[in-house]
Nanobody, 120 residues
């Protein structure tokens, strides 16, 4: 597998929840970082969250306390639980995988995105 595949987006009202999924394989010895980014119309793509090879996580300030990232190796799937959604969360959400170990393939692999729309 080269390109990640996202799903789970949709339209919800403010305060609602969604769970995004991204099918993407990883080789843990390559120190992979699997991440979520998002891009709203007319805006630059921005970082949302990292899931690191050691299981640690990183969140953008806008995501802290509301979003939760996780990875299931049995299903080769990255998740992003979105809670307490706000209209400003409306964006196309993208999954990315990149190895950090130089001995491995360190190219970035991006999915095609899944749309999240939050109405007020």
């Amino acid at each position: 597998q080269v390109q990640p595949v996202e799903s789970g987006g949709g339209s919800v009202q403010s305060g609602g929840s969604l769970r995004l999924s991204c099918i993407t394989s990883r080789v843990t010895s390559c120190r992979p970082v699997v991440s979520w980014y998002r891009q709203a119309p007319g805006k630059e793509r921005e970082f949302v969250s990292h899931y690191n090879s050691d299981g640690s996580t990183t969140y953008a300030d806008s995501a802290k306390g509301r979003f939760t990232i996780s990875f299931d190796d049995a299903k080769s799937t990255l998740y992003l639980q979105l809670n307490s959604l706000k209209p400003e969360d409306t964006a196309m959400y993208y999954c990315r995988r990149q190895n950090k170990l130089v001995l491995c393939d360190t190219d970035e692999y991006w999915g095609q995105g899944t749309q999240v729309t939050v109405s007020s």
